[in-house]
């Protein structure tokens, strides 16, 4: 029996590529900075999250009167925009087949084993030739014979909808030092270029640092105020959509088969093929 | 030190000189008994439980949040606001506003309950979401015995949190 290599395919959403770019700031650049409690891992949030939330889940970002511990990187989404001028490897635009089916791209092809063997023995197993039959005409099934009915099973995919999502990342520091530290990792990870690439759930990305890092900082103009130390760093990200999930009609995925062989049916009832005389006749279909 | 010196350092430092503990307590007493007795108004405050409320982990939200016994206290609500409010690009809305005047003591030393944002109270069967919260006074300037938790909450859409 054949054995048939099982693959889970996730679709890409703009879930996905938030945790994309999430893990890339949490697990690829992965930032510590110095604190008076020692040499720490940054605390990465993402902005979006309920009150309670904030409050109750991580006790370790507050301190016993609720005030947020600094250093801090936080994510927040900011735009997205469907720019046809920038778009990733799937430059032209393919319409969907437009069935309950739907599907655009062929991902992966594979045979179907049981339904290419049913018809190289019904040819395999036929005495006297037809129009359309191949085979040795043995009379026998399982003969071998280099059968051209082969049925291919094409899985399909939608076509990737590029978006270029755009995060800010905003890193703020009681010292110099710790902004130095939290934002020297944005510059150089990538070297020379500002580009990268980025991964969740089997989808790649890509991400574009920009060429300007703003700093907020109120220690030219103090005041009153706390002393302050802010950075925030505009980050685009292209990734794509593969369908609509629960709000597509269509499947994230489909699987059609190849026609081997084209039949046309005729009508029985008016031609009076189907004997009713004699039960279990034998008649031509 | 020598043996004629007449003034001694007191082991403990003295209790203040008008505000004591005693008179923090009937501070507690009259307030419990203005409020209960004379104010009563009451809100249900629900702490959402996060230990077994499914927050989503990258961004921190539940659609189905579940939350500790709710508890009954009395307050002093204000009443701050019931009115219509236009939403941008999406036309007229309602918003509701009360701020709830908390006895601090009655709430944490008597029913075991702090005020956080983002826990929801239900008053006259609406239910709000703590939005800030603040401690405003201090009594007589003490700095660990606050008179009130005065919280600000808006109303929560059902969405948000139903009492379900």
Known sequence: MAIKETKEIMPSTLETIDRAFYDWVNKTLDISATTNRGWNKVPL??????????????????DEFGVLKLPLITISRNSIVKDPAKKGAVQANVFRQN??????????RRINQSKTADFANADANKTT????????????VNFPFNNKKVVYETLTIPLPTYVNVTYSVTLRGEYFQQINEMLTPFIVKTGQINGFTLTADGHKFEGFLPQDFAQNNNVANLGDDERVFETKIDIRILGYLMGALKNDEQPKM????????????REHVIFGDIPTTISGAFYRE | MSSNNKWNQPDQPPPPLFIGKKERDLIKQVNDELIERVVGQQVLYYPVDVATTDFHDLYGEAIEKTFLPPVRV????????YGTEYSENIGVDKRIEITVHFHKRRLSEDQDLYVRAGDFVSYGGIYYEIVNWAEPRKIYGQVNHSVEVSAKCVRARPGVFDGN
Do not use: M
Request: avoid cysteine; charged fraction near 25%; hydrophobic fraction near 40%.
């Open chain 1, 129 to 140: 030739p037809n129009f359309g039959v191949q085979g040795p005409l043995a009379g026998q």
């Open chain 1, 254 to 265: 489909t699987v059609r088969e190849s026609a081997v062989e084209v039949r046309i049916p």
């Open chain 1, 99 to 108: 069935d309950p089916k739907g599907g655009t791209i062929s991902f992966s």
């Open chain 1, 45 to 62: 949030i993402w902005v979006s999250a309920e009150r309670s939330f904030q409050i109750k889940e991580d006790k370790n970002l507050r």
């Open chain 2, 74 to 81: 009395y307050a002093l609500v204000e009443w701050e606001a």
